[in-house]
């Protein structure tokens, strides 16, 4: 009987080793493939916007995707509240659609993905921090008719 013990020990630690290698362990979590466009780097840019009547200039148009951090502010003599938002889509930056008040981006519609806003800005520097993996994206002031009066800048994350 010894004999015989000695034969299935060997059988039981290749059949252990075997199941311990192929994965099968409880702690396993299904993994889910991500798209390259869907990857967020681990850059942190910064991005100066300035807004004025009409006209909104970030100080550059590209960055690596990661942390974004928009400063904003407003040029002391405009007359007009601003804000700022920024939305992920893949229409052109010119052709977003307008909400049914004719005045404002249509922030529900399915091929717009609001990234980031702030409501309120002045000509003390606000910050939006964000994270934005590499895609397209839009700046736009929504105030009332700004947009449609060219208030809005194409961004792209790379």
């Known amino acids: 009987m010894m004999g015989g013990m000695k034969r299935i020990i060997p059988i039981v630690l290749v059949l252990v080793a075997t199941a311990s290698s192929c994965g099968g362990g409880q702690d396993e979590q299904p993994r889910q493939a991500e798209g390259p466009t ?18 909104l200039t970030p100080d550059q148009s590209s960055v690596p995707s990661g942390t974004v951090i928009f ?3 407003v040029v002391p003599d405009a007359t007009r509240p601003h804000d700022l938002s920024v939305y992920r889509t893949d229409l052109p930056p010119g052709r977003l659609p307008i909400g049914t008040d004719g005045v404002h981006v249509d922030v529900t519609h399915e091929r717009l ?3 980031g806003h702030l ?11 964000t994270e934005l993996a590499p895609g397209n994206y ?11 009066k060219g208030m809005w ?4 994350v790379t």
């Open 38 to 55: 869907d990857r967020i780097g681990s850059a942190t840019s910064t991005v100066s916007v300035i807004e004025d009547d009409y006209t």
């Open 71 to 73: 400063e904003v502010s």
């Open 113 to 115: 993905e609001v990234i």
């Open 119 to 129: 409501s309120s800005v002045s000509e003390q520097p606000q910050t939006l921090r």
């Open 138 to 148: 839009v700046l736009v002031c929504n105030s009332e008719n700004h947009y449609l």
């Open 153 to 156: 800048a194409a961004f792209d």
